[in-house]
């Protein structure tokens, strides 16, 4: 729990920004470092810019911190050379519904049952939205 709190904050990060999380000893920051690892992993599905998030141990001061910087290149950035030029280009993002409907395909969910899902969801989004409630939990009136 708190590996996935201290790396949700470390996606937060401006470029080149870091997060040093404390430890207790080395055997502990190994330990500490192969669950971000672990999160990273399981987080680069929904989440591609956690690519971007470089983990180490490290030592200053005499004491053993959990190094977690935001760097590297994003996975939805790539260079097209055309005539000698270089141009960037980008992949947009995929929208949370995307992400969900990738991530059921991957669960085993048939085509009828995502399909099933998602008219569930825009139901209730209507159901909610025809009582006068916003997504905040605020009425609209």
Known sequence: MVVDSWFRKALE?????????????KAEGKALQKQFIKQKQELQVIAPESYMIIIKLVLRTGRYYIHLEKGGVSPLTAFKKSDGKMSRIELAPQSSKERRRVLMERDGFSQEEIERIEADESNAEKSSASKGYSPNGMGTS
């Not at 990060?13 to 000893?25: K, T």
């Open 13 to 25: 990060l401006s470029f080149g920004e870091s997060l040093f999380i404390p430890c207790n000893s």
